[in-house]
């Protein structure tokens, strides 16, 4: 996150927003992480389910990084625009 910031912000380029919702599954996971932390549960149970929050976190973030991936090797006819402007 600190590269791609640094990128963004010191060497200004501008992401796409396929790189910014990326980064908000990323970010969505580090939060539960840090949650579950402060929380420190002791059953395993609500351990679990921190898992599983932090698994479709970042899930949404690996399906986007394979639609970028995907963009990126269409024949340059084919390549449609990355998403809607944010």
Not at 62 to 84: I, N, T
Request: positive net charge; glycine residues 10%.
């Amino acid at each position: 996150m600190s590269f791609a910031l640094y990128l963004e912000h010191v060497k200004g380029l501008e992401p796409c927003p396929l790189c910014i919702f990326q980064r908000v599954g990323l970010m969505a996971m580090g939060f539960v992480a840090l949650i579950a932390f402060l929380h420190n549960p002791v059953s395993n149970t609500i351990k679990r389910f921190y898992a599983f929050l932090a698994g479709i976190a970042i899930l949404w973030s690996v399906g986007v990084a394979g639609r970028h991936v995907w963009l990126q090797h269409l024949p340059p006819d084919q390549v449609p625009s990355c998403g809607p402007g944010l």
